[in-house]
Every structure is written in structure tokens, then in C-alpha cells.
């Protein structure tokens, strides 16, 4: 494990849960943990060697000079609960292999086992029929049996049976074979905008996370981000709708003179 994941540091941490996200679905996932990077006061805990798991598709040149190969970044971050409660790893990457996601999950379940990680996290989208102008709702999935008293208590949707594409969900799989407790929250998204950024199920999704975790942080900007763009989607459909009715429709005074003719 030493020369794939590089520590730069090796904290005591208590009790620690792991965050792990990847890019996924309307971003959800990759927003919600990196505005929880950024608020609260993580630090740096090493890294994980891209190499092993991504082949390079190419190379940038810059002024007729190639460049090295580059690589997704996959990082990874600490925090200290000073309240009392338990410290968080959070694992942040770039991208998802297209074809060693099951290494790189044995991988990070490695690192969570070596910190004695008692439950991990992960986030995703759960595309549905929701209106973008709607409060997206967040349903939970488990790994374990015994944690569907935690989605009750959270008063989590369960929509029985469903796929979680990628990492989000894989990493979970991985963690049932090993023993390690695991919950993934997925933000409502609407089916129309599944390739749109989503920050409405980005907030929905991290609050709830944070309840679970115990901690509080400050969601003005992400919230702000979310109006923004939930305004943006609905000048968005008005235009859309605009151009509908411009193609398929004729105004009645141009029927009048083909009626006439």
C-alpha cells in the first residue's frame, strides 16, 4: 500500500468516518464534498498514485514542447473534530478509472482500514421526475442491514431497488466484502437536466451529511449557488418553451391569408 498511497502525514485520529467522492451525475457529488473541503479546516493527509489505476490518452503541448503525461489528482484530506466526536477522512478524485474502479476501491477500503474507519460516506444523483423548481428530496442506500434504522432516522426516501453507477455506489460493494459500514446519499435530480450541474442536490445531499456527521457548517454559498442556477434553468426552460411555440405553432393572422389565398 506504501507505494500507491502516500501519506504525507500520519494523524491519531478518533473514531474517523470516510468521505470519499468521485465525479458523477449532475456533479453532485464532487460539489457537495468540496464545498465541505473548503468550509471547514481540513488538512492535507497524502495521496493516492494515479499511474496504477489510468492509462494517459495523451499529451498537452505547449509552445512545440510535450509536456509529461498528466494524471487525475485523487487527494486526500483529514479533519480534527475538536467538539468531541469523530474526525473525518475525506478522499476527493478528479476522475474514475475506466477500468480499475474495483482496484481503487480495494485501495481507499485499504487506507480506511488502516485508520480504523467505522462508517463511510459516499454521495451521488438519483435521477427522477423532480421539477427543477422543486425541493429535491435525498434517499439512502446501505451496505449493511442493520443501518436502515439510520435512513429512518433521518427520515431518508428508500426506493427499493436501484443502481448507483460509478464509484459512488462501487466503493459501498467493496466495503460490504470487507466488513466496513457504508451509506450513500443521492440528491433528487431532474431527468432533463441529468447533464447539467445540479448545486439544489449538492445542498440537499451535504446537510444531510453533515447532520449524520454531527458537525455544522456554514451553507450560504452553496445555497446562493443553487438560486442562481435554479434561476438560470428556469430562463433556460422559458426560452426552450419560446422556441417550441415559434416552430410549431402559426400565428393567427398568418392563417387569416392563407385562408384568403
Known amino acids: 500500500m506504501s507505494d ?9 485520529l478518533r473514531l474517523p468516518n470516510l468521505v470519499a467522492a468521485w465525479p458523477g451525475v449532475c456533479n453532485v457529488s464532487l460539489l457537495a464534498a468540496s464545498y465541505l473541503e473548503k468550509k471547514l479546516d481540513f488538512a ?7 499511474s496504477y489505476f489510468f492509462d494517459p490518452i495523451g499529451v498537452v503541448v505547449k509552445n512545440n514542447v510535450v509536456e509529461s503525461p498528466q494524471f487525475p489528482q485523487n487527494k486526500l484530506y483529514y479533519w480534527k473534530n475538536e467538539s468531541g466526536g469523530s ?41 427522477t421526475r423532480v421539477h427543477h423548481t422543486e425541493q429535491p428530496e435525498v434517499w439512502g442506500a446501505v451496505n449493511n442491514q442493520q443501518l436502515i434504522d439510520v435512513l429512518r432516522e433521518h427520515d431518508l426516501l428508500r426506493r427499493g431497488n436501484l443502481q448507483i453507477a460509478g464509484l459512488n455506489g462501487l466503493l459501498l460493494g467493496v466495503a460490504k466484502e470487507r466488513g466496513i459500514d457504508g451509506i450513500c446519499l443521492l440528491g433528487e435530480v431532474p431527468a432533463y437536466t441529468d447533464r447539467l450541474q445540479n448545486p439544489m442536490a449538492a445542498l440537499a445531499v451535504l446537510k ?38 415559434d416552430l410549431f405553432t402559426e400565428p393567427i393572422w398568418e392563417k387569416e391569408e392563407d385562408e384568403e389565398d
Do not use: H, W
Not at 500507491?4 to 491519531?12: N, Q
Not at 451529511?209 to 428556469?234: F, P, R, V, W, Y
Open 44 to 50: 492535507k493527509l497524502g495521496e493516492i498514485e494515479a
Open 87 to 127: 474526525d473525518i477522512i475525506l478522499f476527493i478524485g478528479d476522475d474514475q478509472p475506466p477500468a480499475k474502479g474495483y482496484e481503487l476501491a480495494n485501495c481507499i477500503i485499504n487506507l480506511a482500514e488502516d485508520f480504523q474507519v467505522k462508517r463511510i460516506y459516499t454521495l451521488a444523483a438519483a435521477v
Open 4 to 12: 500507491i498511497i502516500k501519506l504525507y502525514t500520519r494523524p491519531e
Open 208 to 245: 444531510v451529511l453533515t447532520n449524520m456527521l454531527g458537525i455544522e457548517i456554514d451553507t450560504s454559498e452553496l445555497a446562493q449557488l443553487a438560486q442562481e442556477t435554479k434561476e438560470k434553468m428556469q430562463q433556460m426552460t422559458a426560452e426552450a418553451m419560446g422556441e417550441y411555440i
